[in-house]
């Protein structure tokens, strides 16, 4: 416990201090100001709430087919339910603020005994699910005390992590706190029990529902499919500075073979800039392509939100991260049967791995090796509809884990 209360305060301390030098830190300071005053004006007192909180944006994106499945059954049996939506996170609460299916949407604040307890007082959940990896010892212990229940979903255990180590006991015994875990995989629940914590339920992993929604989702982009029309398009995404060396190297040397998309992770005018500068072939910003007349040579993305639909039109994704702390969501593309590469650094990610041995993804270490990779399949008709045909599969027998999760639950 005293472990825990100083690092929650070492950290409020480092991020008000960061806050003079980073935009992040100071959104994360100036986003918590009047929380509780605007909670008490925003929450209804005659309503009962489902709260749901994620960390950032990626943990959203993991949670939102049940935010969005609860609130249509809500609407379905008029029910007088609504849905609060806690961020830890700016990424995640500047982005999703204006949240449609949420009721409200706001900061989470930072985790001390008072906090949880005023923050409870004013919505008094009748359940609160967290995504992932979000555990919070106060609001878990102040909602454990008044009997509400709450849930871990989509989460994922792996030996390394600090539960399990000689001085993560404090962690573990916390888990204790929710009434279920849902984990992704046999693994994680094994483990789990290993260390005495048996709330568990393994039901898979929500983001393949949210991927498969998302790409029977209309969306038609008269510049995209004009532009990748006639040529196998690859399309680049959430890259960082070290896929980009790669990225770049790639397109110089292949002028013209291939239609190129990229977007990068972080959407500003500096890497779109860098990306354009070393670039030798010409290039577009999307936002900026009013017809589908003349198009440039590259298009990058330079808006937020889009990635998981565009990559229908890849014949070959590659999902940055892989050259620093790690992928990211691998699914997206995968989803449309299109082969997925990435970098070195996915052994945290479950759904990586199953692609990799499925023979659906491909990791490399090297310039050398992604080219491989790309020439080596780009072209074989009999492969890629293997590849096609494998990740129907995949996503067909790991689909309905939201459905799963909310029967086990019995909310309302």
Known sequence: MLFYKIITRTYFLAINLAAVFSEKAAKMIKGRRNLFTLLRQNIDENSRYIWFHCASLGEFEQGRSLIEEIKKQIEAKSLNYKVLVTFFSPSGYE????????????????????????????????????????????????LKKRDIPSYLVSAIFRENQIFFKFYGKFYLQTLKSFKTIFVQNEFSEKLLKKHGINNT????????????????????????????????????????RADEKFIIEFINKHKNVFSYIIAPHEVN??????????????????????????????????????????????????????????????????????????????????????????????????????????????????????????????????????LKILNKMSLM
């Open 95 to 142: 982005i999703r603020k204006n949240y449609k299916h949420a009721d409200y949407v706001t900061y989470i604040p930072f985790d001390t005994p008072s906090n949880a307890k005023m923050f409870i007082d004013i919505v008094n959940p009748v359940a609160v699910i967290f995504v992932k990896y979000e555990i919070w010892h106060y609001f878990l212990h102040e």
């Open 201 to 240: 339920l393994v039901a898979g992993d929500t983001r393949i529902d949210r991927v498969i929604d998302v790409s029977r989702e209309t969306y038609n982009n008269q510049i995209l499919e004009k532009y990748c029309t006639g040529k196998k398009c690859l399309v680049f995404g959430s890259t960082w």
């Open 269 to 402: 005018e500096e890497n779109i800039l860098f990306l354009e500068k070393n670039i030798k072939l010409t290039t577009g910003r999307l936002s900026k392509l009013n017809t589908a007349e003349n198009l440039p040579e590259v298009i990058i993305i330079d808006s937020i939100g889009i990635l998981s639909k565009v990559y229908r039109y890849a014949s070959l994704a590659y999902v940055g991260g892989g050259f620093g702390k790690g992928i990211h969501n691998v699914l997206e593309p995968a989803v449309y049967g299109i082969p997925v590469a990435f970098g070195p650094n996915h052994k945290k990610f479950f759904e990586a791995i199953q692609l990799l041995e499925l023979g659906v993804a491909f990791s490399f270490n090297s310039y050398l090796e992604l080219e491989n990779i790309i020439n080596s399949i780009i072209y074989d008709s009999k492969k890629l509809i293997n590849i096609s045909n494998l990740s129907k599969t995949y996503f067909s027998q790991n689909a309905q884990s939201t």
